[in-house]
Nanobody, 115 residues
Framework: QVQLVESGGGLVQPGGSLRLSCAAS????????MGWYRQAPGKQRELVAR???????NYADSVKGRFTISEDNAKNTVYLQMNSLKLEDTAVYYC?????????WGQGTQVTVSS
């Protein structure tokens, strides 16, 4: 079973930046797509950004121009660089990866944007 381990969450002021990391236990080349979801209190889990094998990258409209997803194949790691953070970005961020029709999830990392 694939293991995904997130890191990099924390408390940041509005306008600040954070970088989340998601380290996979297998080569990320094996994944059909991989990326990040988030879930704020009382809200549904939503897709933030993903990389589809072949090069396509998708972002939620709410984060376009502020967040950047990238991968380091040598480290089997996907990153989410989050800039110009807003109060509404506060959520638990989950890394996910789809492989052979199955989806694996990380444990989640809390991002809190507060003044």
């Amino acid at each position: 079973q694939v293991q995904l381990v997130e890191s990099g969450g924390g408390l940041v002021q509005p306008g600040g930046s954070l970088r989340l990391s998601c380290a996979a236990s297998v080569s990320i080349f094996a994944f059909n797509h991989m990326g990040w979801y988030r879930q704020a209190p009382g809200k549904q889990r939503e897709l933030v950004a993903r990389i589809i094998r072949g090069g396509t990258i998708n972002y939620a409209d709410s984060v376009k121009g502020r967040f950047t997803i990238s991968e380091d194949n040598a480290k089997n790691t996907v990153y989410l660089q989050m800039n110009s953070l807003k109060l509404e970005d506060t959520a638990v961020y989950y890394c996910y990866a789809q492989i052979s029709g199955n989806i694996g999830w990380g444990q989640g990392t809390q991002v809190t944007v507060s003044s």
